[in-house]
């Protein structure tokens, strides 16, 4: 196994810059703030960027806890990596992870000042220091199902070369909860809303029965009672509606929607369409 460094002080775009280069350097897997990312999937580990403070987040960047050490030293195991690209502030860093999860010594090193300009070192440290946001070489879709986040964007990284180009990943925009805005708080009141305006939409429902929101670490679980006219095909109905609730949910938010069930009360035969709340 060949094991890459990354190093970079906090802040100067290191996740956005490990894509393009695990790219190049046939990387399939990253070690970044506390996961086992392969490709757009993290296989063990637990994210810093969830953590409530910085000093938790970095005992979590290193492995600290012995049960998460071992469990991604576990995965790591059974893959049998023949790359692996380490992340971190400092050379000590990254040596103190590689001898937490026993990997070899590093071979290459890479310094964040040899792969990015200037300006974009700038841009990255004003995005941490001024906006309180971080970013995380994972599609948002990937990081929402592991943890909920305010998740700010998500966008397509490509490699470009003259006659081509190729998509090569996603990167996620988050704000974690020990950024400087502080926690993200959304009432129940507000993701009603946000239910009944979408669930009008559909002409087949008649009513919106009881309706229960349960917000925890998790996410965000739904249960809705509906009615709907006679004679509609209800599978595609409620998926339809669970399809929609999630996406315009998930955009709004940024929180985790760990599931939406939706039960039919009943059925109607009518023409006029009334709502009820």
Do not use: C, W
Request: no cysteine; proline share 3%; aromatic share 8%.
């Amino acid at each position: 196994m060949r094991v890459f460094a990354l190093i970079g002080e906090s802040g100067t775009g290191k996740s956005h810059k490990a894509l393009l280069i695990a790219h190049k350097e046939n990387i399939e897997y990253i070690i970044d703030d506390g996961l086992l990312i392969k490709k757009d999937k993290i296989l063990a580990g637990l994210s810093a960027k969830k953590e409530l403070n910085k000093i938790q987040a970095i005992r979590r960047a290193i492995f600290f806890d012995k049960a998460h050490a071992q469990s991604v030293k576990k995965i790591i195991k059974e893959e049998k990596p023949k790359n692996i690209m380490v992340l971190g502030t400092s050379v000590e860093m990254v040596e103190k992870i590689i001898e937490t999860l026993e990997l070899p010594p590093v071979s290459i090193v890479f310094n964040i000042e040899d792969i990015s300009s200037e300006k974009e070192i700038q841009l990255a440290r004003t995005s941490r220091f001024k906006e309180g946001t971080h970013v995380i070489p994972l599609p948002g879709i990937e990081i929402q199902r592991k943890f909920p986040i305010n998740l700010v964007e998500s966008l397509e990284i490509f490699y470009r070369k003259r006659y081509s180009n190729r998509k090569i990943g996603e990167r996620t925009v988050v704000r974690p909860p020990f950024s400087y805005f502080g926690k993200l708080f959304i009432s129940e009141n507000a993701i009603l809303d946000i239910i009944y305006f979408q669930i009008k939409d559909f002409k087949d429902v008649i009513r919106i029965g009881k309706t229960k929101i349960n917000i925890n670490q998790e996410g965000i679980s739904i249960s809705i009672n509906l009615t709907l006219k006679y004679g509609v095909n209800i599978p595609e109905m409620v998926r339809a509606i669970q399809e929609q609730l999630k996406k315009e949910l998930d955009y709004i938010t940024g929180i985790n929607i760990k599931n939406i069930d939706v039960l039919i009360d009943s059925l109607i035969m009518e023409k006029n369409k009334f709502f009820s709340f």
